[in-house]
């Protein structure tokens, strides 16, 4: 026999927080349905934790299980559970912690707080997250007997300013909640929570890797119930024939119970072990969560145990998403909170670099509420990311180092430009990025080599690690700055990616080797181990040959260039443009008009080759006559012809093919 109500009314601060979390807080409230079951599932874990260490606790534990009832005609929702239950103490504890002394501190902290979703968090930190059912419902009706107990327990409110508890007689071992709900209202967001498919979607979207089946009834076809009635007519005129004959009328069948199907997989691959779970149960699970088609190239199951768990069930794709490169682009995994989904695409646990990675982590220790905002400051979150990090360049390198290199080629083929972004991004782990770039080079037309391979090929006392950098490799391989390496058989590489323009800047070597680009600064490989260098009289008679000619071309092009020189660089080209050794290249120039910042004009150096025909005839001819006219304009058509060689833009194309058109006439 049940005790008498007790009516208890809310404290002024609770009722104003408890409108905070109807009214404001909750932005989809969808998630009511989410925090019940998560609340639900907690007790059936506690119920056989407890049944295991408890051996005077005799209960049932062969069917733990979640059922969701829905009553139209009543308007009502039931979450039921058979878990471990509550006493009348524990409901004033655990479900009335809104009324206790910490109550003015958490409203404080919510009106610090910045937004909705950091509100929310804070929600979830004090434990009120079963209130959010007062979105959706204009009474809650809890009944709950815990085990190892004979009372039951009855709690109510509406929300406003008092609920009532009482002790109840019957009550089977679990809790129930019961929410009556508000009507529909789709610009309020409410949806209609008595429909069946509402209520699956919710499950599947939030709670489908629940590991305890989430029941509800079988939604019944029309043509069942027209059938049932139909026999059900039959009988009755059977019935009535009997009772004509004087037989008596057969009592009416029981109706069946209804089927129930079971609305969540429970298959929480990530909280299995490795050998447990197939290669197809992993490749099928990352189709669900990615949408892709194609099989991951790569899985990485792992688990963290100690002050922070958590288990983390991670892929790299075969082939990059048409839209790695969109500023739209959605990244981060999955973020899950004891089998609970709180968010898709969590940036706070995966560097931007590594975007196209897939997947899902499931902490422990986590609010179900806990916002974006909180995560991006979280230490734990921050230590989580870390770790994931090394295990996805870890997975990167031992796919590197296997017997299969078509495999990492094509892999780097796909995600090598964007994880050169972490170059730019994340200094921790430089030196693990740089293993893994894999760069076209002169050294093989067909194969790309690795920064490890190229320094292993150095030449002796080379102790600098040369690139150059071009949109195609073709425009690369046919500049004029690499005509020298070329011919000494010096190793460059080939860099055609935009981001290479950045990193190679940014980084400072690697394995004790600067990176020096050919088209900047000065480039002296005379003086090689092979001995066929320039001996030092001949390179000083030639710097007084032409000791007049540099700075007349300076002062002539000084709109252009800031220095004309020698150089060294060149075997069969009259002249090339080169860059001081800590100058902006152009093509990096040009990146930066193109997202909108004005950059000042550098001016580079002209260096010309002293073998060449024609610079030895400009020599001749301005010893001859330093005031010709022409000497100008064939000074401006030998930067022109260096900027063009080079892929660059001239200053002025018309002008250039005018006085490229005089001089050729000129020549017949």
């Not at 066929?532 to 002539?556: N, Q, V, Y």
Request: charged share 25%; aromatic share 6%.
């Amino acid at each position: 026999m049940g005790s008498s109500t007790e009516t208890l009314e809310f404290q002024a601060e609770t009722r104003q927080l408890l409108q905070l979390v109807i009214h404001s807080i909750y932005s989809n409230k969808d998630i009511f349905l989410r925090e019940l079951i998560s609340n639900a599932s907690d007790a059936l874990d506690k119920l056989r934790l407890e049944s295991l260490t408890d051996s005077a606790l005799e209960v049932d534990t062969a069917d733990l299980h979640i059922t969701l009832e829905v009553d139209k005609d009543a308007r009502t929702l039931t979450v039921r559970d058979n878990g471990i239950g509550m006493s009348r103490d524990e409901i004033v504890e655990l479900i009335g912690t809104i009324a206790k002394s910490g109550t003015g501190r958490l409203l404080e902290k919510i009106k610090e707080a910045k937004d909705a979703a950091a509100a929310q968090s804070l929600i979830g930190q004090f434990g009120v997250g079963f209130y959010s059912s007062f979105m959706v419902a204009d009474k809650v009706t809890l009944r709950t007997r815990r085990a190892g107990t004979d009372e039951g327990t009855l709690w109510e409110s509406d929300g406003e300013g008092t609920y009532t508890i009482q002790a109840v007689d019957g009550l089977p071992v679990g809790t129930s909640v019961t929410l009556h709900l508000k009507p529909a209202d789709s610009e309020d967001g409410l949806a209609d929570y008595l429909a069946g498919w509402k209520i699956r979607q919710i499950v599947k979207q939030y709670s489908d890797f629940i590991r305890w089946p989430i029941r509800m009834a079988a939604e019944r076809n029309p043509a069942d119930t027209a059938d049932t009635a139909t026999d059900g007519g039959t009988g009755g005129n059977g019935d009535a024939a009997a009772a004509e004959d004087g037989g008596t009328a057969p009592a009416p069948a029981p109706a069946p119970a209804p089927a129930m199907d079971t609305l969540n997989s429970m298959k929480a691959l990530w909280a299995r072990q490795r050998s447990e779970v197939s290669e197809s149960e992993y490749n099928e699970f990352y189709k669900q969560i990615s949408h892709d088609w194609l099989d991951p190239a790569e899985t990485i199951h792992m688990r963290a145990e100690g002050t922070f768990e958590y288990e983390a069930l991670l892929f790299i794709p075969s082939q990059a998403p048409f839209d790695l490169y969109s500023r739209e682009t959605k990244r981060g995994v999955q973020l899950y909170v004891k089998r609970v989904f709180i968010m898709d695409d969590c940036e706070a646990l995966m560097p931007n670099y590594l975007r196209f990675v897939k997947g899902v982590v499931d902490a422990h220790d986590l609010s179900l509420n806990i916002s974006r905002e909180i995560l991006q400051h979280d230490r734990q979150i921050q230590g989580v990311r870390r770790r994931l990090v090394k295990k996805v360049l870890g997975a990167l390198k031992s796919i590197q180092a296997g017997d299969d290199a078509e495999r990492y080629a094509k892999l780097w083929g796909q995600f090598g430009r964007v994880l050169k972004e972490g170059l730019l991004e994340d200094p921790d782990n430089t030196e693990a990025l740089l293993a893994l770039v894999s760069a076209e080079s002169t050294h093989d037309a067909e194969k790309t080599t690795t920064l490890r391979e190229y320094v292993e090929r150095m030449k002796d006392g080379q102790d600098a690690i040369y690139y150059l950098t071009g949109e195609t490799r073709a425009m690369v391989e046919n500049s004029p700055h690499m005509e020298a390496f070329a011919a000494k058989g010096y190793e460059v590489l080939i860099l055609t990616d935009p981001v290479d323009e950045v990193w190679v800047e940014q980084v400072p070597g690697f394995d004790g080797h600067r990176f020096q680009s050919v088209a900047k600064g000065q480039v002296d490989l005379d003086q090689a181990a092979d001995g066929d260098g320039e001996a030092d009289g001949d390179k000083a008679k030639r710097d007084e040959d032409f000791a007049a000619l540099l700075p007349w071309m300076a002062t002539a092009l000084s709109e252009h260039v800031k220095q004309v020189r020698l150089s060294s660089r060149l075997t069969t080209s009259a002249a090339c443009i080169v860059g001081d050794a800590h100058d902006m290249t152009p093509t990096l120039e040009k990146m930066y008009r193109a997202m909108g910042q004005q950059m000042p004009p550098v001016k580079r150096i002209l260096e010309l080759n002293p073998a060449h025909p024609l610079v030895g005839a400009l020599r001749s001819a301005h010893e001859a006559n330093a005031e010709d006219p022409a000497l100008a304009e064939i000074t401006e058509l030998v930067y022109g012809s260096a900027l063009l060689a080079e892929g660059g833009d001239l200053p002025d194309p018309a002008r250039f093919t005018r006085l490229l058109t005089t001089r050729l006439t000129h020549t017949l």
